[in-house]
């Protein structure tokens, strides 16, 4: 079992930056990815980024590739989403997810393990 715990949410303004943080409660490397989806009432939870430890690939939605970058911090068990020209549209709550084997990245139904969510509020 594998507890996810995000912070770094806030309200910012468009065109600002955030940084978000998932800290695990246990050395991330033995899973096979962790990343970050978003959800706004009503919405499926939309992927966002992912990071594959085995071979370091990182993938993005289209719609923040450019504008967001994911990176680890093994040493911590730490994964950060930094945010950089949010948009309105960026708005939402963020959850970090890991799961512990390949599939289809950007299905939020193939992750095995959540963390409770930060919301981000981007004012235009």
């Known amino acids: 079992q594998v507890q996810l715990e995000e912070s770094g949410g806030g309200l910012v303004q468009a065109g600002g930056s955030l940084r978000l943080s998932c800290a695990a409660s246990?050395?991330?490397?033995?899973?096979?990815?962790i990343g970050w989806f978003r959800q706004v009432p009503g919405n499926e939870r939309e992927f966002v980024s992912v990071i594959i430890w085995s071979h370091g690939n990182i993938y993005y939605a289209d719609s923040v590739k450019g504008r967001f970058t994911i990176s680890t911090d093994n040493a911590k068990n730490t994964v950060y989403l930094q945010m950089n020209s949010v948009k309105p549209e960026d708005t939402g709550v963020y959850y970090c997810a890991a799961r512990r084997y390949a599939g289809a990245l950007e299905s939020s139904t193939t992750y095995d393990y959540w963390g409770q969510g930060t919301q981000v509020t981007v004012s235009s």
């Open positions: 246990r050395r991330t490397g033995s899973l096979y990815a």
